[in-house]
């Protein structure tokens, strides 16, 4: 995107705009503005980088065009428009004028202060107590939890939550033979990539190829899952021919991952409540060519249909992936951080729990239970095994250097090599945890 595209500015202010009023994410947004619909894919990609880059920025924004008080008195349409001209000046796209002139030609409301956002830095720092949720645009319950909890490090942590993440490729391996051969593959139709360190199926994307206009896409040699998930998969370790039971599978990009890792042998049945997303997961199931996946809804509450309960008691593995705040993935889904507040993340809590109980009711003797979440806060990860092991003493912990080998964990793992442990100022990729508890052979 660049200053002389002001259809682009537009544009992205209407995708913004349907967040301030409906909550809908860029993604959501884009698939139902008919003017993106028909748009190159080349601005279709700047659109949803630029809203991306203006909602993580929203909190720093809003102070710096409205002082205190915000911008909550324009209307949404100036108030999403006023955020994209900001972030433009932020990245020197626009000068403060320009700002000024573009909002004031496209609206009869008051014109915000774009100058001020210039004197950002200084204007943070008068007041310490908030200046850390400002400068790196967080919320403020996130800031006291990750000062608590990073101690020095804490800076860097809420730093590396503000540029946008890598685009990650998992090579599906039931469709190509390695990363490598996926890599000569998106080289041959113009797609340049390069190995990720820490997960042997995953490729970073260089440049803003459209990738789902690639044949090696159509065929389903590739998902988009970043290298986090992977590595988790990577921790699920199911034997070959075993059985899996993902509790939370959402659309399914780690109920791929462990389909192919099975080589297509064994089963995985993957669980939700969510129909539209299992219906999204049986979708990339047939591209992917993921012949041992079944697929069942459950109910919001009550028991476990028999049929779930019955193969998760014979299963080899439980994968609990835990709906979580998500912190871990702010860089990727960065208006996620404005719809959670503390009393929802102890809701959350409630819910891992709940989840963590009917897990492990379900594992047989030798069975491993795994639970993961894309979460940077101690309070949804080691403390919610930590009670879990209080409320069932016999679950054995795994160290995840027992299931990876020393040399390959030592990077990744927490400092007792118990724990997955990832963040995005130590490793570039989301922000995840894993751990993993076995059921002891009688």
Same mark, same amino acid.
């Given at each position: 995107? $660049?200053?002389?595209?002001?259809?682009?500015?537009?544009?992205?202010?209407?995708?913004?705009?349907?967040?301030?009023?409906?909550?809908?994410?860029?993604?959501?947004?884009?698939?139902?503005?008919?003017?993106?619909?028909?748009?190159?894919?080349?601005?279709?990609?700047?659109?949803?980088?630029?809203?991306?880059?203006?909602?993580?920025?929203?909190?720093?924004?809003?102070?710096?065009?409205?002082?205190? $008080?915000?911008?909550?008195?324009? +209307?949404?349409?100036?108030?999403? =428009?006023?955020?994209?001209?900001?972030?433009?000046?932020?990245?020197?796209? @626009?000068?403060?004028?320009?700002?000024?002139?573009?909002?004031?030609?496209?609206?009869?409301?008051?014109?915000?202060?774009f100058a001020r956002l210039l004197r950002l830095p200084a204007l943070c720092a008068e007041q310490?107590?908030?200046?850390?949720?400002?400068?790196?645009?967080?919320?403020?319950?996130?800031?006291?939890?990750?000062?608590?909890?990073?101690?020095?490090?804490?800076?860097?942590?809420?730093?590396?939550?503000?540029?946008?993440?890598?685009?990650?490729?998992?090579?599906?391996? @039931?469709?190509?033979?390695?990363?490598?051969?996926?890599?000569?593959?998106?080289?041959?139709?113009?797609?340049?990539?390069?190995?990720?360190?820490?997960?042997?199926?995953?490729?970073?994307?260089?440049?803003?190829?459209?990738?789902?206009?690639?044949?090696?896409?159509?065929?389903?040699?590739?998902?988009?899952?970043?290298?986090? +998930?992977?590595?988790?998969?990577?921790?699920?370790?199911?034997?070959?021919?075993?059985?899996?039971?993902?509790?939370?599978?959402g659309s399914g990009g780690k109920t791929l991952a462990l389909a192919a890792a099975l080589q297509?042998?064994?089963?995985?049945?993957?669980?939700?409540?969510?129909?539209?997303?299992?219906?999204?997961?049986?979708?990339?199931?047939?591209?992917?060519?993921?012949? $041992?996946?079944?697929?069942?809804?459950?109910?919001?509450?009550?028991?476990?249909?028999?049929?779930?309960?019955?193969?998760?008691?014979?299963?080899?593995?439980?994968?609990?992936?835990?709906?979580?705040?998500?912190?871990? +993935?702010?860089?990727?889904?960065?208006e996620a951080r404005w719809t959670l507040d503390r009393r929802g993340l102890d809701e959350l @809590?409630?819910?891992?729990?709940?989840?963590?109980?009917?897990?492990?009711? =379900?594992?047989?003797?030798?069975?491993?239970?795994?639970?993961?979440?894309?979460?940077?806060?101690?309070?949804?990860?080691?403390?919610?095994?930590?009670?879990?092991?209080?409320?069932?003493?016999?679950?054995?912990?795994?160290?995840?250097?027992?299931?990876?080998?020393?040399?390959?964990?030592?990077?990744?793992?927490?400092?007792?090599?118990?724990?997955?442990?990832?963040?995005?100022?130590?490793?570039?990729?989301?922000?995840?945890?894993?751990?993993?508890?076995?059921?002891?052979?009688?």
């Amino acid at each position: 995107m $660049n200053p002389v595209a002001p259809v682009l500015w537009s544009w992205t202010a209407e995708v913004v705009a349907q967040w301030l009023e409906r909550r809908q994410s860029p993604r959501e947004a884009m698939a139902q503005l008919p003017v993106l619909r028909v748009a190159d894919a080349g601005e279709r990609a700047a659109v949803a980088r630029f809203a991306a880059a203006t909602l993580a920025g929203l909190r720093r924004l809003e102070f710096g065009l409205g002082g205190q $008080n915000g911008l909550g008195h324009l +209307s949404p349409r100036a108030h999403a =428009l006023a955020l994209v001209l900001g972030h433009a000046v932020e990245q020197d796209l @626009l000068l403060a004028d320009g700002a000024s002139r573009a909002f004031e030609q496209a609206s009869r409301e008051p014109v915000p202060e774009f100058a001020r956002l210039l004197r950002l830095p200084a204007l943070c720092a008068e007041q310490p107590g908030l200046a850390f949720a400002r400068t790196w645009s967080l919320p403020d319950w996130f800031v006291p939890l990750a000062e608590r909890q990073f101690g020095d490090d804490a800076a860097a942590v809420c730093a590396s939550l503000a540029p946008p993440a890598p685009r990650t490729l998992r090579a599906n391996l @039931l469709r190509v033979a390695s990363r490598e051969a996926l890599a000569q593959e998106l080289q041959a139709e113009g797609i340049g990539t390069r190995p990720a360190p820490f997960a042997a199926t995953a490729l970073h994307v260089l440049g803003e190829a459209d990738l789902f206009a690639s044949a090696a896409f159509r065929r389903g040699a590739f998902e988009q899952q970043d290298e986090a +998930s992977q590595v988790a998969v990577a921790v699920v370790a199911p034997p070959p021919g075993g059985k899996v039971l993902d509790l939370c599978a959402g659309s399914g990009g780690k109920t791929l991952a462990l389909a192919a890792a099975l080589q297509n042998r064994g089963s995985v049945l993957a669980t939700d409540v969510h129909e539209g997303r299992l219906g999204e997961l049986r979708s990339r199931q047939r591209r992917a060519g993921a012949d $041992n996946v079944q697929v069942a809804l459950l109910p919001e509450r009550g028991e476990l249909p028999a049929a779930v309960a019955a193969f998760g008691g014979h299963a080899d593995r439980i994968l609990v992936d835990a709906p979580c705040s998500g912190t871990g +993935s702010w860089r990727r889904r960065p208006e996620a951080r404005w719809t959670l507040d503390r009393r929802g993340l102890d809701e959350l @809590l409630a819910v891992q729990d709940r989840l963590l109980d009917r897990a492990a009711a =379900l594992l047989r003797p030798g069975a491993r239970l795994v639970y993961a979440t894309c979460s940077l806060l101690a309070c949804e990860n080691e403390q919610r095994i930590d009670a879990l092991r209080q409320r069932r003493p016999e679950l054995e912990p795994v160290r995840i250097a027992e299931i990876l080998g020393g040399a390959v964990a030592r990077p990744i793992a927490d400092a007792t090599g118990t724990f997955l442990s990832l963040r995005p100022d130590r490793h570039g990729t989301d922000g995840f945890f894993a751990a993993v508890l076995r059921r002891p052979r009688v």
